[in-house]
């Protein structure tokens, strides 16, 4: 085995340095996975407003049928106060990640974290 690897060094060590650099292109394209805008679509109408996560702040929205309570801090949303009978939109937590999603049915509400506004 170690004459192996004295007879083929320089084709590892390029391997190894094509490698090195793959993942630092991986590492600087690919999303890291943190929003930095929340859609909010809600309504009959399934209206729709972008809510920047970048800067901390409480919303109160007339849905409606219902005034919802967000609540934006640290980088995150949450559903804060639901005026609704069941609350199971606060259980959501707060959510941060590309992707995270939390609803309120009663109030026909829903927020998305999403990369950036479309």
């Known amino acids: 085995m170690k004459h ?7 084709e590892l060590l390029f391997v190894a340095a094509v490698l090195a650099v793959a993942a630092l292109i991986f590492a600087f394209t690919h999303p890291k996975g943190q929003g ?8 009959k109408n399934a ?9 901390d702040a409480v919303y109160d929205i007339d849905t409606g049928r219902y005034t919802i309570h ?5 980088g995150g949303i949450r559903f804060i106060d639901s005026p609704c009978p069941d609350h199971l939109c606060e259980n959501f937590g ?5 992707g995270d999603w939390a609803a309120c049915m009663p109030a026909k509400a829903s927020v998305t974290v999403v990369e950036g506004k479309p």
Not at 36 to 43: H, I, M, P
Not at 47 to 55: G, N, R
Not at 94 to 98: A, K, P
Request: no cysteine.
């Open 4 to 10: 192996f690897f004295s007879s083929h060094k320089k």
């Open 36 to 43: 930095s805008v929340a859609l909010l679509q809600y309504g």
């Open 47 to 55: 209206e729709t407003q972008y809510i920047d996560l970048t800067s």
């Open 70 to 74: 967000l609540q934006v801090l640290n």
């Open 94 to 98: 707060t959510l941060h990640e590309v």
